[in-house]
């Protein structure tokens, strides 16, 4: 049987929370941890499904099909509740019932988004229900990095990390299940940009938002060159960036700094993993122009710039200081 039917990556969780349910032995809490757009919603949410589907006899679990396949995976069942930006008054809201059975499923389960923005009173309010939960409820906790629980809660959930998916996946996916203009070469800059992540990639699939994305890995490889090649160009590109916002500037040179990494580990292994380039030939035809101690000096003068922008100093004097202090 096909367990957590349309979930993408993510095999060790599919086998081990799929065994779990398919054997009826599930835990009372889980904690879900991974990076923003790793498919833990859509974990909890397909783990509900298929814990609670109706047609178990099928050839996929969840089958996607009964009713209450249907109102879980659009968010629409009343005994499973989805609680984003969890505060305090929510685990008032989930003691108040906590003991009522379900309205119409075997479990009530709670999917708790974010929850490492929850307080510690927050937390320790949420550790009650957690330590001992009538046997028809079900936890899922949500969060980006579980260190920012308390060791009470961690100890009381098992924790299941998702992974970022590889870049042929997502190529895969997105030309599979989505309508974007994009041509393949910006998907794959998209791509490289979300560092595995599925649904940074699907936001981003609005115009907008990728023309900005794109337009800004175009200005760090053109700040990135000015600076290397040193030419006549390349005061004009620094005054083209004078304007920007301190902030947006700030973003361009933390960029820089992946990209000018990507160029440092391309001299000394062909084989390295790339974070912004999106493939080697990219890297390499910026990186075999310069030595890597001309490269490294760039690193270290933006370090020097990102904290001269802390201490307040002007945005043209910065991107000036730049030019002037690179690789000494
Ligand atoms: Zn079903």
Redesign the pocket.
């Given at each position: 049987m096909e367990i957590f039917k349309g979930l993408i990556g993510n095999e060790e969780i599919k086998s081990s929370l799929g065994r779990a349910i398919l054997d009826k032995r599930f835990s009372h809490a889980y904690i879900i941890e991974g990076a923003y757009g790793t498919g833990k919603h859509t974990i909890a949410r397909l783990a509900s499904?298929s814990i609670l589907?109706?047609?178990k006899g099928g050839k996929a679990l969840?089958?996607?099909?009964?009713d209450?396949?249907q109102k879980i995976l659009s968010d629409n069942c009343t005994d499973v509740r989805f609680f984003d930006a969890f505060k305090i008054d929510d685990v008032r809201k989930i003691k108040e019932n906590l003991y009522d059975s379900a309205t119409e499923c075997e479990y009530k389960i709670y999917i708790l988004n974010d929850v490492q923005k929850m307080n510690i009173k927050a937390q320790n309010a949420l550790l009650i229900s957690l330590e001992e939960p009538p046997p028809h409820v079900l936890f899922f906790l949500l969060t980006t990095d579980s260190s920012y629980l308390v060791e009470t809660i961690r100890s009381r959930a098992q924790i299941l990390r998702t992974k970022p998916l590889d870049k042929d996946t997502i190529f895969n996916y997105v030309r599979k299940n989505c309508k974007t203009s994009l041509s393949d070469e910006a998907l794959c800059e998209l791509i490289v940009a979300s560092s595995g992540s599925l649904g940074y990639v699907l936001d981003m699939l609005d115009e907008k938002k990728s023309q900005a994305l794109l337009k800004d890995r175009e200005r760090t490889i053109s700040l990135i060159s000015a600076y290397l090649n040193d030419n006549a160009e390349s005061i004009s590109t620094i005054a083209s960036l004078f304007s920007l916002q301190r902030d947006k500037l700030k973003e361009l040179l933390q960029l820089c700094l992946v990209a000018i990494r990507d160029l440092a580990v391309t001299k000394k292994h062909r084989g390295a993993s790339l974070c912004f380039f999106s493939s080697l030939d990219d890297a390499l035809s910026v990186a075999s122009k310069h030595s890597l101690q001309k490269i490294l000096g760039l690193y270290e003068a933006i370090e020097r710039a990102l904290l001269e922008l802390d201490a307040n100093v002007s945005v043209s004097n910065t991107l000036v200081s730049i030019l002037i202090k690179k690789g000494k």
């Open positions: 499904a589907c109706k047609n969840p089958c996607g099909i009964c209450t396949c």
